[in-house]
């Protein structure tokens, strides 16, 4: 009896233990001024530490291109820039809150206050720098998670850098970059601005690719059976240094 209740045990507890480790990265603060147009050359870009995406869903039959983001904050702004390697640079979609995941994108999911897991900010934005951003929240009585798009982060500065041919596909491009800033002041209520040693949760994905091969990559692999980045309990910690 006892060696069938401690094997019920070790099926329930194991799946946690057999996920992979959170990740975490250090936020410096820029110590000089970022031009938010797209290309992350600016001197402050060179002091911060590389995230490279991963690719958690085998069955998934995209390319696997390689992605590089980095973070950097200031008293205004949080600051993420994306470099995407990409031989298909194919993006359509043109005004604010239209479904940039369907073209070539790349988001980050922000939770400033990571003892809940209940409500995340999401921002979309695909290889045209167009804007998709929204409050993901979770409601009674199913506690479904609930995409609230007429949110509207405010002062957000965004850009591309596009080194290829965008929706040409018989050529071969060589991929595109992307800057944004985004104001504190969007998450004041939920958290104040950060200071050193504060930690926010975040997730940062990228949809490359035109259907049927499409692949989505992941910072923090939010081990689901299908692509779904929707999971904060499986964001990355954001630690935020001087
Ligand atoms: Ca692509
Ligand atoms: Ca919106």
Redesign the pocket.
């Known amino acids: 009896m006892r060696f069938f209740v401690c094997l019920l045990i070790l099926i329930a507890v194991t799946p946690v233990f057999c996920q992979p480790p959170i990740p975490h990265y250090e936020v410096k603060r820029a110590t000089s001024p970022i031009v938010i147009d797209g290309k992350p050359d600016d001197k402050a870009w060179a002091a911060a530490g590389k995230i490279e995406l991963i690719f958690p869903w085998d069955a998934q039959t995209g390319a696997k291109q390689k992605t590089t983001a980095r973070l950097l904050w200031d008293d205004n702004y949080l600051y993420v820039s994306y470099e995407c390697e990409?031989e298909?640079?194919?993006a359509f979609h043109t005004e604010r809150d239209d479904p940039t995941y369907l073209d070539?994108a790349v988001e980050i999911f922000l939770n400033p206050l990571p003892s809940q897991t209940g409500v995340y900010f999401g921002l979309e934005m695909n290889a045209r720098a167009t804007l998709y951003d929204y409050i993901m929240y979770k409601a009674l009585p199913s506690d479904s998670m609930h995409l609230f798009k007429q949110f509207d982060l405010q002062g957000v500065k965004l850009a591309t850098s596009i080194d290829g041919t965008m929706n040409m596909r018989g050529d071969k491009d060589k991929g595109w970059s992307l800057e944004v800033a985004i104001p504190w002041s969007n998450f004041e209520g939920l958290s104040k601005r950060p200071e050193p040693g504060d930690v926010w949760a975040a997730n940062i994905n990228r949809w490359?690719?035109v259907e049927p091969n499409r692949r989505m990559s992941n910072w923090s692999d939010p081990v689901q059976p299908r692509p779904n980045p929707h999971v904060p309990a499986r964001f990355g910690q954001l630690l935020f240094v001087r």
Do not use: K
Request: hydrophobic share 30%; net charge negative.
């Open positions: 990409d298909d640079i194919v070539d490359d690719g």
